[in-house]
Each structure stands twice: as structure tokens, then as C-alpha cells.
């Protein structure tokens, strides 16, 4: 290589002041002066002088928050505008702890998802204020929410008595895990006109998914139920289901109808779980590829057609094509030991979506603007986006709506994500059925109703309260669960798979009980008291 | 083919073995990239579903539509190349003078400095410090916070030095003094000159090092139209694993139908994506690999 020595000069040279220019750009941080500004208590504009906070939240990747129209109409209307603090949502939890750490507060968090622990911690340490005082002034449609709604108020509140953030309220939204769904197509060929009720006959279905060749290529490829591990845990896309076969509404943590808390892994019902899933091991019924296969490949059998029973939001995006109401809702089925299935429910409040750290200097106006979005309209314009884009009222009195041909043509889901921020992440807001009035589809209507016959009809219900564990409490679950449930995953997929007798049962109980199982139940018994209490 | 000597029957073993052996280290090497090459033009649910094994299955060629319609990857792609172009010019300024003068044994305090200088490779600041640094310095959500906290690396400044140190002899050096030559311009005119091969390593290690890199970005970087390639890339592809992780969750419809459709176009474009983000990385690493070979084993080798 022949190198000339005033080219590399020149290079150097143009690098380092290329660099150096590039580390210019960011040293303008505006310490926000707080001069005085009235804000008004009710109506737009929020403020009479524009003014800007910061924000960070969690970001889809899809469109620069800038040019979202929906926060610029917010910011038109109110007078506040944001700066956008994004991080990408996969690794959202990394950049908070790190902005946490370094005392890098943004103004307000949205959609940020703070844990009931990171919600007292720093609300403890002031690095969160104390919201209930603005929200009694500044807040209307969220006050009026919580009146309604006293259940609201006792999950958002901390044990100390303040309310440190403002909550997801999703009320319309059912389901605390996606359903199952059997194939339509395999009912129709095994000529099945009632779906199975209890757990022997959901085994027989499946025995004669394997058998009988439903999907007709000739082939034993058929699947009966398929299911995927995460890191989090085992099979969990199937087993709320079938766990509720035998009484048991939650994984780990739930109550019963006599305000009893239950630790899931070692109750009675749970090992009749287990000894259910190891018989359909052991029958070939469970995939085997369960424990170790990802969903896209689950996904790939379903586009095959080889699975019977199956989870996922919607059955179609396992199966492919267009959704259709041809593959039914799994209805869920009791054992011989419970006279009725115990069937969760969403509980439709998720805490920790919008908070107001310190260094805000305009708090009540956040409140404001934050408040908008508990109201009808404005939980619309944040979930729609406006008026005349992808809707246009039918008749505005009763709420009535017809959607819009998407502009440009595509998917309508897929614009209104580059409209809003309101699109996978849990964003502060009320979701409520008038904002859909008139938008909904047949499918929709359909799945609807299966959720409420299948589902709420036969007594669907939260199994645990969203509620708030102490500093100590939390901090003694967490150091207790990282060995209990590292313990139970991997005990959990020895007894199904067969590699651990069921009459290990008692040992491994004693070893829970060992490590703790008993303590959890307690601390969470005690919260579930201050919580009904409150 | 008539050979000199006849070969015998033990050369003849000896070089079949051989060849087997070459074969298979050949395949093991090449199949990963054939399966990425092909998976990228067949239908993820061939892919997927273990049908496409090594050659293209159901062709499709939306994967590598979707990856040259979207602006966020080349954007992604723009932003690298600045990166890696200006972060390696930086790199190269910074760690071959520093290499230099630790090379020389007449400057004063070697020994001192370099211990300094090795404490850093050792003990880091930790996370929390160094964003604090960066921070105040003004750099949060700049390009500057990717080029100029990673300016200089101690392992290859050691590397760098140690070339110097053996393939640059003192003497050379000496003459030069005597015939009247500064030290800077011994530099630029003499050593230099003579030091391609490890210029071309250094190059090909930062350069490689701030192509793959996305941690500064995902810790530094609050605003999308800066991210760099490999971010874009992360957020498809792990956005993509959420997606299995989180259905299973307590999440809203809206979460999940937008989990959904990105899996899906996630499925349809990764492996394109990572097609054409390795590419140019494997378009120059054959020219810099004459350089790459001989500059590490001179660090290695004292004559």
C-alpha cells in the first residue's frame, strides 16, 4: 500500500474535525426556568404561553413521535408540547434503569411501565411526585374514573397512601391470557358438533386429532396441541387454560372465593395438572417440541394445518389467511375433582403507564394533558387518531362511526400506527366501548361473543388484584422467586415429561416449602388484606 | 498429470485424508451462510417450518422488497457508514500516535503510562459513570457519543505498540535522527510508511467493531433518525422474540395485534436484513485479509 503522506493528513485531519463538529450538535440541554405560567382548570388551551416538557417513553420503531398527527394536534390544542425522549420497547427496561441511575429525569413518563417497586421506590426517594393532590385539582375525567371505579383507586395507591402513576384502564379487554382455539376444520372432519366440556372428553378429541388423520394428507402428521417455553415459563400459552380444569385460576399467585391466597405450585390441583399433561405426553398428544421450539415454528404447523388445539390472540394468525369464525373458541373444561372450571379474567388495570418526576416544572399542566386522554375524546383521538384520517362519525350524538378508506391504500391497523403513539405499548388511557361504536367488523363481533359465552357467562374472574407489596415485602418475593421459580420451571417439565415420577410430589412440595413457598403465600395473603381493606 | 516422483502410498492416504478433511471443514463453514442466503429468498413458512434445509423453497422476493422500501434501514445504513468511516478515521488518529511513542524507549515515563493506560482495560468505570460522563459532556443523543467515548481501545493500542516495538528497527529510527529528522516527521515519513499491515488490521478491527456495534447506540442514542444499522436491525429481530414472549401475557388487543403483524413482517425480512447488513463486511474482508494475517502474527513473533 502506498500511502501518501498529505492524504492521510488531510483524512485525519477531516475526521477528527468531522467528530468533533458531530459532538457539538447535543450540549444545548435547556434548563427549563420555571416562570409562572396560569393553567387553566378546564378547556383548551391547557396553557396561554406554549410551553415544552420532556418525555420519555417506549418507542415501536415505527414512526418519529414528532410526526405523529395525533401529538401534534394534542400539542396545538393544549399549548404543551414535548420533547421526545425515546428508547426502542425491546429494551425500554435497560435506558429507564440507566435514566433512573444517573438522575437523568425526563419530565413525565409515558407508557413507561413502572413497576410497583420502581413506583415506591422512587416515589419514596421524590423522585416521583405524589400525584392524588393534582389529580383531585387538575384531573376531571381521571377523578370521575376512579369515583366510578373504586377499585382503581386501591391498585393505584401505594402503601404509603399516595398515588405515584397513572394506570392503563382497559375494561373491554377480557381475556388475561390469549384463548385457545381448536380447528374448525378438524372438528368438522372428526364430525364433532359439541365441543368438549370436560377434560376427558378434550382428551379423547385430541387421541382422535392423532388417529384419525382430520387434516386428510394421509399422513399421522397431525399435532393434537402444540405449545411454546419462554424463558419466563413452561408451556404457559396452554396451561392457564387447562389449569383451570382443575380449579386453579393462576400460574402462580391467586385468591380464592374466600379471600384465601393460593401459591400455585404446590397446590392439590396442580399436581392433578400435572399428571393430566404427563398422560398426554406420554400419549404423544402433547408436541413434543413444546419445551424447546419457538412460536414462529409452532406457527409454521399451524400454517400447515397440523395442530388441533392450539393459543394465540386470534386463531387465524396461527393458521394464516383471513379471519374467520369457522375455528371456535376453546371452552374451558373441568376435571372430576371440580364441579366448575376456574376461568381468569383480565383485570384491566395495568399501573405504572404515566408519572411526573421532580424536575417537571409545569406538573399541573401534565396533569391536564394527561387527563385529556381519560376523557372519551380524547382516549379517541389517541386510539383512532382524528376525525376524517381513518373514521368519520355517522352520527356524533350516539357516538356512531364509520371507518374511512385507509389513504393510500394498506392496512388500516399498520396507518394508525404511524398516527399515534398509542400502538403496543401501554399507554396512559381508558379504553371504553363507545370508541369503537360502529368500527367493529363481524369477526370482531363474533369473537366478542364467543369471549362472553365461552368466557364471562361461565364466571370468568380476576385472579389476583393489582396491588402493591411493600419496599421489604417486594424485596424478600424477589430473592425468594428467582429459586422457587428456577426450581418449579425445571420440576414442572420433569414431572410432565415423565423424567420425575408424580411420586416425587411430597419431596418436591417439602422442597418448596424449604425455599420459601409458604413465605410468598404469607407476604402476598398480607398484601391481598391491606388491599381489601383499603 | 505426470509428477517428477512418483508419489507413494502413504503421501497418496495422507493427501486424500487431507482433502475429506478440507471438505468438511469447508462445508461447516459454508452451510450458515448458504442457509441465510437462501432462507432470505424462501417464504418464512418454509423457513420455518424446517422445509428449507439448504436450497431456496418457495421463492419469494418480498423479504428484500420490504427491506429496500423501508427508509429506517437505510437510514440505518447511512448512519453506520458515517460511524464506522468517521469513528475509524478517529481510531486510527488516536491509537497509532499513542502506540508510537509507548513504542519508543526513549520516552520518558514509559512504563508509567502504559500502566495507566492498562488499568483502563482491567477496571472499567462501570455503566452508570461512564453514561454520567457522557452526560455531562454534553453528548447524550449526538453522533459524537458513538465516535468519541470509544476513540481509543487499550488492546489495540498494546497490539499497535508491540508492531511498532519489533517490526521497526531502533536503528532505522537513529538514522533518521542523525540526518536531521524530527520525531513527527519520522513519523509520518518513515514509519507509517512502513507500518501498512497494522494500519490495515487496526482499520478492519474498529471498522468491524463499530459496524456490529449497537449498545452505545441503544444507551446514548434517544432519537431513531441516529440510530445505526445494527439497532434497526435489533429492533426487528427482537421485537419479533417478544412477540412469542409476551402473547402469552396479560396485554391489551391492540398490543398483541401490533405484536402480531410485526412478527409477521419480522419473519419476512430478517434474514434479508441480515444479508445485506453483513455484506459489505464480507465484501472487504478478503482484501484486508493478506494484511490481517501478517499484522497479528507480527505482534507474536520477535526476530
Known amino acids: 500500500m502506498n500511502i501518501r503522506s498529505k492524504a492521510w493528513k488531510l483524512l485525519m485531519v477531516g475526521g477528527l474535525g468531522a467528530s468533533l463538529l458531530a459532538g457539538c450538535g447535543g450540549s444545548d440541554e435547556a434548563a427549563n426556568s420555571a416562570e409562572k405560567v396560569t393553567v387553566s382548570k378546564e378547556?383548551?388551551?391547557?396553557?396561554?404561553?406554549?410551553?415544552?416538557?420532556?418525555?420519555?417513553?417506549?418507542?415501536?420503531?415505527?414512526?418519529?413521535?414528532?410526526?405523529?398527527?395525533?401529538?401534534?394536534?394534542?400539542?396545538?390544542?393544549?399549548?404543551?408540547?414535548?420533547?421526545?425522549?425515546?428508547?426502542?420497547?425491546?429494551?425500554?427496561?435497560?435506558?429507564?434503569?440507566?435514566?433512573?441511575?444517573?438522575?437523568?429525569?425526563?419530565?413525565?413518563?409515558?407508557?413507561?411501565?413502572?413497576?410497583?417497586?420502581?413506583?415506591?421506590?422512587?416515589?419514596?426517594?421524590?423522585?416521583?411526585i405524589p400525584l392524588e393532590g393534582l389529580i383531585d385539582e387538575y384531573a376531571p375525567n381521571f377523578k370521575a374514573l376512579l369515583d366510578e371505579y373504586p377499585d382503581v383507586r386501591k391498585s393505584i395507591t401505594a402503601p404509603d397512601g399516595h398515588i405515584y402513576s397513572l394506570p392503563v384502564v382497559e375494561f373491554s379487554q377480557h381475556w388475561y391470557r390469549n384463548p385457545m382455539w381448536y380447528n374448525g376444520e378438524f372438528l368438522e372432519a372428526l364430525g364433532i358438533d359439541k365441543l368438549p366440556?370436560?377434560?376427558?372428553?378434550?382428551?379423547?378429541?385430541?387421541?382422535?386429532v392423532k388417529e384419525e388423520d382430520p387434516n386428510g394428507n394421509g399422513k399421522a402428521d397431525e399435532i393434537p396441541i402444540s405449545s411454546v417455553t419462554t424463558s419466563a415459563a413452561n408451556v404457559r400459552d396452554i396451561r392457564t387454560w387447562l389449569l383451570g380444569a382443575f380449579g386453579i385460576y393462576e400460574e402462580e399467585i391467586y385468591v380464592d372465593d374466600s379471600d384465601v391466597v393460593h401459591y400455585t405450585p404446590v397446590e392439590e390441583g396442580y399436581k392433578q395438572y400435572l399428571e393430566y399433561m404427563n398422560r398426554l405426553w406420554t400419549d404423544g398428544l402433547l408436541d413434543p417440541e413444546?419445551?424447546?421450539?419457538?412460536?414462529?415454528?409452532?406457527?409454521?404447523?399451524?400454517?400447515?394445518?397440523?395442530?388441533?388445539?392450539?393459543?394465540?390472540?386470534?386463531?387465524?394468525?396461527?393458521?394464516?389467511?383471513?379471519?374467520?369464525?369457522?375455528?371456535?373458541?376453546?371452552?374451558?373444561?373441568?376435571?372430576?375433582?371440580v364441579d366448575?372450571?376456574?376461568?381468569?379474567?383480565?383485570?384491566?388495570?395495568?399501573?405504572?403507564?404515566?408519572?411526573?418526576?421532580?424536575?417537571?416544572?409545569?406538573?399541573e399542566a401534565s396533569m391536564?394533558?394527561?387527563?385529556?386522554?381519560?376523557?372519551?375524546?380524547?382516549?379517541?383521538?389517541?386510539?383512532?387518531?382524528?376525525?376524517?384520517t381513518l373514521w368519520e362519525y355517522e352520527n356524533e350524538a350516539d357516538r356512531t362511526k364509520k371507518a374511512l378508506p385507509v389513504p393510500g391504500g394498506g392496512d388500516s391497523e399498520e396507518y394508525r400506527s404511524t398516527l399515534t403513539p398509542n400502538y403496543g405499548i401501554p399507554a396512559p388511557t381508558v379504553s371504553m366501548d363507545d370508541i369503537t361504536k360502529g368500527l367493529k367488523n363481524d369477526f370482531d363481533l363474533w369473537v366478542e361473543k364467543e369471549t362472553k359465552t365461552k368466557l364471562l357467562d361461565n364466571g370468568a374472574r380476576a385472579p389476583f388484584p393489582a396491588l402493591f407489596l411493600t419496599v421489604e415485602e417486594q424485596s424478600e418475593i424477589n430473592s425468594l422467586n428467582s429459586d422457587l421459580s428456577t426450581y418449579v420451571k425445571q420440576m414442572e417439565a420433569k414431572f410432565i415429561t415423565g423424567a420425575e415420577p408424580i411420586s416425587g410430589w411430597d419431596a418436591y412440595v417439602e422442597t418448596l416449602n424449604k425455599m420459601g413457598a409458604n413465605r410468598v403465600k404469607e407476604i402476598n395473603q398480607a398484601a391481598y388484606d391491606r388491599w381489601k381493606a383499603s | 498429470m505426470i509428477t517428477a516422483i512418483q508419489e507413494s502410498k502413504g503421501d497418496k492416504v495422507f493427501l486424500i485424508c487431507t482433502y475429506i478433511y478440507l471438505s468438511v471443514?469447508?462445508?461447516?463453514?459454508?452451510?450458515?451462510?448458504?442457509?441465510?442466503?437462501?432462507?432470505?429468498?424462501?417464504?418464512?413458512?418454509?423457513?420455518?417450518?424446517?422445509?428449507?434445509?439448504?436450497?431456496?423453497?418457495?421463492?419469494?422476493?418480498?423479504?428484500y422488497e420490504l427491506v429496500f422500501n423501508n427508509p429506517k434501514i437505510w437510514n440505518g445504513?447511512?448512519?453506520?457508514?458515517i460511524y464506522t468511516l468517521v469513528g475509524t478515521l478517529l481510531n486510527l488518529a488516536v491509537t497509532l500516535p499513542a502506540a508510537y511513542a509507548l513504542s519508543r524507549s526513549d520516552f520518558f515515563g514509559r512504563g508509567w503510562f502504559m500502566a495507566f493506560i492498562l488499568l483502563t482495560m482491567f477496571f472499567s468505570g462501570g455503566l452508570v459513570p461512564t453514561y454520567l460522563v457522557v452526560k455531562n459532556l454534553g453528548l447524550i443523543d449526538t453522533m459524537g457519543?458513538?465516535?468519541?467515548?470509544?476513540?481509543?481501545?487499550?488492546?489495540?493500542?498494546?497490539?499497535?505498540?508491540?508492531?511498532?516495538?519489533?517490526?521497526?528497527?531502533?536503528?532505522?529510527?537513529?538514522?533518521?535522527?542523525?540526518?536531521?529528522?524530527?520525531?513527527?516527521?519520522?513519523?509520518?515519513?518513515?514509519?507509517?510508511?512502513?507500518?501498512?499491515?497494522?494500519?490495515?488490521v487496526m482499520a478492519l478491527f474498529y471498522g468491524v467493531g463499530h459496524w456490529n456495534s449497537y449498545f452505545p447506540s441503544l444507551i446514548y442514542l434517544n432519537s431513531e433518525d441516529k440510530y445505526p444499522l445494527q439497532m434497526v436491525l435489533r429492533q426487528i429481530l427482537v421485537l419479533q422474540e417478544m412477540s412469542a414472549e409476551t402473547t402469552g401475557a396479560a396485554i391489551s388487543g391492540d398490543i398483541a395485534q401490533a405484536m402480531n403483524s410485526k412478527a409477521e413482517t419480522a419473519s419476512l425480512i430478517k434474514y434479508g436484513v441480515i444479508v445485506v447488513s453483513t455484506l459489505p463486511i464480507i465484501a472487504v474482508y478478503p482484501f484486508l485479509q493478506r494484511y490481517f494475517v501478517q499484522g497479528v502474527m507480527v505482534g507474536s513473533v520477535k526476530g
Not at chain 2, 188 to 199: E, F
Request: net charge negative; hydrophobic share 40%.
Open chain 1, 197 to 208: 366440556e370436560t377434560t376427558e372428553e378434550l382428551y379423547d378429541y385430541l387421541k382422535r
Open chain 2, 145 to 200: 457519543a458513538l465516535i468519541l467515548p470509544a476513540a481509543a481501545s487499550v488492546w489495540n493500542i498494546v497490539v499497535a505498540r508491540t508492531f511498532f516495538q519489533s517490526a521497526i528497527p531502533k536503528e532505522l529510527q537513529e538514522a533518521a535522527h542523525i540526518d536531521g529528522c524530527t520525531n513527527l516527521k519520522l513519523f509520518w515519513r518513515i514509519v507509517l510508511p512502513l507500518s501498512a499491515p497494522i494500519i490495515a
Open chain 1, 43 to 128: 378547556g383548551f388551551p391547557i396553557v396561554e404561553t406554549p410551553i415544552k416538557l420532556t418525555m420519555m417513553a417506549p418507542d415501536v420503531g415505527i414512526q418519529n413521535w414528532e410526526d405523529m398527527v395525533v401529538l401534534q394536534e394534542m400539542a396545538k390544542k393544549s399549548n404543551v408540547s414535548f420533547e421526545y425522549k425515546n428508547a426502542p420497547k425491546e429494551s425500554f427496561d435497560t435506558k429507564k434503569n440507566l435514566v433512573f441511575a444517573s438522575e437523568d429525569y425526563p419530565d413525565v413518563f409515558y407508557a413507561a411501565g413502572l413497576t410497583p417497586s420502581e413506583q415506591l421506590k422512587y416515589g419514596e426517594q421524590g423522585v416521583l
Open chain 1, 368 to 388: 391536564r394533558w394527561v387527563d385529556y386522554l381519560y376523557s372519551y375524546e380524547g382516549a379517541l383521538l389517541f386510539n383512532k387518531g382524528p376525525e376524517g
Open chain 2, 25 to 63: 471443514a469447508l462445508l461447516i463453514v459454508l452451510y450458515p451462510l448458504i442457509y441465510i442466503l437462501s432462507a432470505s429468498i424462501s417464504s418464512p413458512q418454509a423457513v420455518n417450518s424446517g422445509q428449507m434445509w439448504l436450497f431456496p423453497k418457495d421463492v419469494t422476493w418480498a423479504g
Open chain 1, 290 to 337: 413444546s419445551f424447546s421450539q419457538t412460536g414462529e415454528q409452532k406457527k409454521a404447523k399451524g400454517q400447515n394445518n397440523q395442530l388441533g388445539l392450539f393459543s394465540d390472540w386470534h386463531a387465524y394468525m396461527t393458521k394464516g389467511g383471513e379471519p374467520s369464525d369457522k375455528d371456535p373458541m376453546f371452552l374451558p373444561v373441568r376435571s372430576e375433582y
Open chain 2, 77 to 81: 445504513y447511512l448512519n453506520t457508514i
Open chain 1, 340 to 363: 366448575k372450571a376456574a376461568i381468569a379474567k383480565n383485570r384491566g388495570i395495568t399501573t405504572g403507564a404515566f408519572a411526573i418526576t421532580k424536575t417537571n416544572p409545569y406538573p
